[in-house]
């Protein structure tokens, strides 16, 4: 037991002097939880208001475009900015970058509205809409959306008006701006109680935590070669001392260091995230905890492993930062770590089930956002266990294979 | 007494044995000189006592005990020195020491004991709380042989123990190497300096390609025939001396003859003083290591 107390020690020590592999284990993911925790805090609330204005022309003036352009307002999601005169002038707001949407709504809008052939036989002219080329896609689809949707309630009002009027039924004096309880409400779907859909801190506290967690391997890999380049291995070999001692001299300082960034990101997700205005994490209660610490243990020793294999394959300190590191981050793009999942195309999806890092974000999903039992984490808990298991026994056969 | 009877080993895909039968007997309570030159099978032989490899056939016996039976026994009875600073350049001094005594599964009151006396002996009191990677090279070469000397180990394998230290440096690590049979650590020392192993040595063997080429006490393997004088004067050996003997200039006003007989020798220095050549130093009848070296291998230990 004294010998892996030494190792221990020793291991303490030497990632205590370590600034750079301190920074990139506990600074790196506080800043990224914060950073993205607000950069996306619109992205994970549903119906929250897009911070993208848009103007009208209205050349029609009359009721119904007034109506119509009532209800665009209503919506809310789009910011209603200002009303501009002519078409001509739109477009220059547009290329000077005051506006990214302008809505154009045409003279005889309003007459016109149920009959688009007209009366007189002639095409009705249709709604323009000047977008700024830059503006995301799908949001200039969603103002289109939008504003269809707002078009088709003002015609539906104006039909049951005209349709009463002919049929001799009562017609309430503000038909035009009739509401109709058309808002839905998104409810996420859990195992116990239901609950807001998750928030932006609910996802990147787990996804950074597990970026984090991998980043092991750069001290790990750091002191590993510099063991194996200075012939310290080979002394401590020499000394009786079996190369999974060694080894195991590191998985249990790094899992305690995990642990400390799972608490550490825990607590900024808690406390640090409301005090820039994003929401407070929500941790699981009772059993739920276990669960998370299941979940976090299981993506501890995998990342470790991994680690270990990584400063097993590198010959140099740079050699295993640059397949750590890149490693690292290729595992997150293609992981849901930087881009969630589910905003990911189908394709993509199918590839983040091959990284390690959405086994592990899976698993805190499952326990935080359904309320998982350990049946649940199960398929989350097994690969990663499965990963940590392949990637050490491929660390200890390098390292024989080397000292061979 | 390290027994060697036979020992060879080839590496995974070479072509040759990097040991070929080679047999040693390194008598307890000495310093024993392996020398060679690069690739000679020194590293390999001193790993294989370290028990970093195993043999491919033959024997060792440490006191009449299979080796890996004696290791097992006591595992700190053997110690290795590796060429390189095998320890950990983040930690200070006290903090490598402390770590490889645990290592050694040294405990409290023993562990501090022989941390500070291994501090006295490489005379490191000065700079025990410095990081190791601030030492000086000579330091960290004091702190390696400190490293090794924890556990009081009944062998020590020290592989080119002074590559890059100061005269000074070398100086105080040869005087401590040779008092190490003293206090009953048996010594392996590898080294490339010749005046370093016939300094401190008191058995040698000369190893290349994997074999044994001489092996005995230092005095035995330097004797020579006795017409052979080595000279070193305060001026030329004049031209017709070094006609009427077979002359080896060997550097400035120092020279290597070979007289008809031993009984050429007084006429020889009857000549010097003569000539006004003052005698420096005169060997008679012994070889220095470096010619005996190039003799056997036909190459200088440097190559």
Redesign the interface.
């Known amino acids: 037991m004294?010998?892996l107390?030494?190792?221990w020690?020793?291991e303490t020590?030497?990632l205590l002097?370590?600034r750079h592999g301190l920074a990139a284990l506990f600074l790196m993911p506080v800043i990224f939880i914060l950073v993205m925790t607000m950069a996306l805090h619109d992205a994970f609330m549903p119906g929250a208001a897009i911070d993208v204005g848009y103007a009208i022309v209205d050349l029609d003036g009359s009721p119904h475009s007034e109506s119509l352009i009532r209800r665009l307002n209503k919506a809310g999601s789009f910011r209603h900015v200002a009303n501009v005169d002519n078409p001509e002038a739109a477009r220059q707001a547009i290329r000077d970058g005051r506006y990214a949407l302008v809505l154009v709504l045409p003279k005889g809008f309003g007459e016109r509205l149920l009959t688009p052939a007209g009366v007189d036989g002639q095409p009705t002219e249709p709604l323009s809409l000047f977008v700024d080329p830059t503006l995301n896609p799908a949001l200039q689809l969603a103002f289109r959306t939008q504003t269809s949707a707002a078009l088709g309630t003002l015609r539906a009002d104006e039909l049951t008006r005209k349709a009463g009027k002919l049929f001799g039924l009562p017609v309430s004096a503000n038909a035009p701006d009739r509401d109709w309880p058309d808002e839905i409400v998104s409810i996420a779907v859990q195992n116990d109680r239901s609950i807001r859909p998750p928030s932006s801190v609910q996802q990147n506290v787990p996804a950074w935590l597990v970026f984090a967690m991998f980043f092991v391997v750069i001290p790990i890999s750091a002191i590993l070669i510099?063991?194996r380049?200075?012939?310290?291995l080979?002394?401590?070999?020499?000394?009786?001392?079996p190369f999974r001692m060694v080894l195991l001299g590191k998985l249990l300082p790094f899992f305690i260091v995990n642990q400390i960034q799972a608490v550490l990101m825990v607590g900024v997700g808690m406390f640090i995230v409301p005090i820039f205005g994003g929401e407070a994490l929500v941790m699981p209660q009772g059993i739920g905890l276990l669960h998370w610490w299941l979940v976090a243990a299981a993506v501890s020793l995998a990342a470790v492993a991994c680690a270990l294999l990584v400063a097993s394959l590198a010959k140099t300190t740079q050699q295993a930062t640059i397949i750590g590191g890149v490693g690292n981050i290729l595992m997150g793009a293609v992981g849901g770590i930087m881009v969630p999942k589910f905003m990911m195309p189908a394709a993509m999806q199918t590839l983040a089930e091959f990284s390690p890092m959405a086994w592990g974000l899976q698993g805190f999903h499952t326990v935080m956002l359904r309320h998982g039992g350990f049946v649940a984490i199960l398929p989350s808990l097994l690969p990663l266990l499965a990963f940590a298991a392949a990637t050490l026994a491929a660390a200890i056969w390098l390292n024989h294979r080397q000292?061979? | 007494m390290l027994h060697i009877d036979g020992v060879s080993f080839r590496y995974r895909g070479a072509a040759t044995a990097a040991l070929d039968g080679v047999a040693l007997d390194i008598p307890t309570g000495s310093v024993y000189g392996l020398l060679g030159p690069n690739g000679a099978g020194k590293t390999t032989l001193i790993s294989i006592l370290a028990g970093l490899q195993s043999a491919t056939s033959g024997q060792i016996t440490l006191n009449g005990i299979p080796l890996a039976e004696a290791r097992s026994a006591d595992p700190r009875a053997i110690a290795l020195v590796p060429q390189d600073y095998a320890f950990y350049p983040m930690l200070t001094v006290a903090e490598n020491l402390h770590f490889f005594g645990g290592v050694l599964g040294l405990q409290k009151t023993e562990l501090r004991s022989q941390i500070e006396a291994a501090i006295a002996f490489a005379r490191l009191e000065q700079v025990v709380g410095k990081s190791a990677e601030q030492l000086s090279g000579g330091l960290r070469r004091r702190l390696n042989l400190a490293i090794g000397l924890l556990g009081r180990p009944k062998l020590l394998l020290l592989d080119e123990p002074t590559v890059g230290v100061d005269p000074q440096s070398r100086h105080f690590l040869l005087d401590s190497v040779a008092g190490l049979p003293a206090n009953g650590t048996t010594v392996i020392y590898t080294s490339h300096y010749m005046e370093e192993v016939e300094a401190i040595c008191q058995r040698v063997a000369i190893v290349d390609h994997g074999k044994v080429l001489a092996e005995g006490p230092l005095d035995a393997l330097l004797r020579c025939d006795e017409s052979v004088v080595e000279l070193e004067l305060n001026a030329e050996l004049p031209p017709n001396l070094i006609t009427r003997h077979e002359t080896i200039v060997e550097g400035a006003m120092k020279y290597r003859l070979k007289l008809a007989s031993a009984a050429a020798l007084p006429r020889l220095l009857d000549d010097l003083a003569g000539a006004g050549c003052a005698v420096q130093q005169l060997k008679v009848g012994r070889e220095n290591l470096e010619h005996l070296f190039m003799r056997l291998t036909k190459r200088s230990l440097r190559d």
């Open positions: 004294s010998r107390t030494a190792l020690q020793k020590l030497a002097r370590d510099v063991e380049q200075q012939g310290t080979q002394r401590l070999a020499s000394l009786g001392l000292s061979a």
